[in-house]
T-cell receptor, first 112, second 115 residues
Framework: KQEVTQIPAALSVPEGENLVLNCSFTDSAIYNLQWFRQDPGKGLTSLLLIQSSQREQTSGRLNASLDKSSGRSTLYIAASQPGDSATYLCAALTYNNNDMRFGAGTRLTVKP | DVKVTQSSRYLVKRTGEKVFLECVQDMDHENMFWYRQDPGLGLRLIYFSYDVKMKEKGDIPEGYSVSREKKERFSLILESASTNQTSMYLC??????????????FGPGTRLTVL
């Protein structure tokens, strides 16, 4: 059964810093991997979706990479801003069983 | 833009009440999902539906049922609410692809408290 891990659980950085959030998965037979942002008490907002055939996806200051062989995905945030403060979750969809597993999330705080 | 709406942002019910949570999506997605999110346990799938009147159990279906009479609407039903069903409930939808689910889009969530 797929397990998805996000480390660290919480991260605090000063404004302007570039940062990397990590996502690890145990079963490399994934169909896609999706990154989400969640603000307190709110739903999930889709940030980036990487298909298994892709290595990375970019949207504005965000760049997500995927390395299936090592079971890892990273979300790179450039020039962080206080408005980036939120919890970031990754989710991996495994082939053949439509099993989508979520990580527990990394709570990011960007200090002005 | 894809829009997924949920009928209530906050809901307070009594133990034993029957509770209906409604979700509507406007993108003609085939798949719809109900999750619950609890601190320390993350998101867990309750049920999903891949077509009208079709449903599949997720990880934690006990105590819940679902209904999908129309493609755009997916309802979660708590037959007899209990305090351990106090949680944040999240609905999502996606297109279906050849291999499975495509990008999932989430609603704003319903915070349910059962007293």
């Amino acid at each position: 059964k797929q397990e998805v891990t996000q480390i660290p659980a919480a991260l605090s950085v000063p404004e302007g810093e570039n940062l990397v959030l990590n996502c690890s998965f145990t079963d490399s037979a994934i169909y896609n991997l999706q990154w989400f942002r969640q603000d307190p008490g709110k739903g999930l907002t889709s940030l980036l979706l990487i298909q298994s055939s892709q290595r990375e996806q970019t949207s504005g200051r965000l760049n997500a990479s995927l390395d299936k062989s090592s079971g890892r995905s990273t979300l790179y945030i450039a020039a962080s801003q206080p408005g980036d403060s939120a919890t970031y979750l990754c989710a991996a969809l495994t082939y053949n069983n439509n099993d989508m597993r979520f990580g527990a999330g990394t709570r990011l705080t960007v200090k002005p | 833009d894809v829009k997924v709406t949920q009928s209530s942002r906050y809901l307070v019910k009594r133990t034993g009440e029957k509770v209906f949570l409604e979700c509507v999506q406007d993108m003609d997605h085939e798949n719809m999902f109900w999750y619950r999110q609890d601190p320390g346990l993350g998101l867990r799938l309750i049920y999903f539906s891949y077509d009208v009147k079709m449903k599949e159990k997720g990880d934690i279906p006990e105590g819940y049922s679902v209904s999908r009479e129309k493609k755009e609407r997916f309802s979660l039903i708590l037959e007899s609410a209990s305090t351990n069903q106090t949680s944040m409930y999240l609905c999502a939808s996606s297109w279906v692809t050849g291999q499975g689910f495509d990008e999932q889009f989430f609603g704003p969530g319903t915070r349910l408290t059962v007293l």
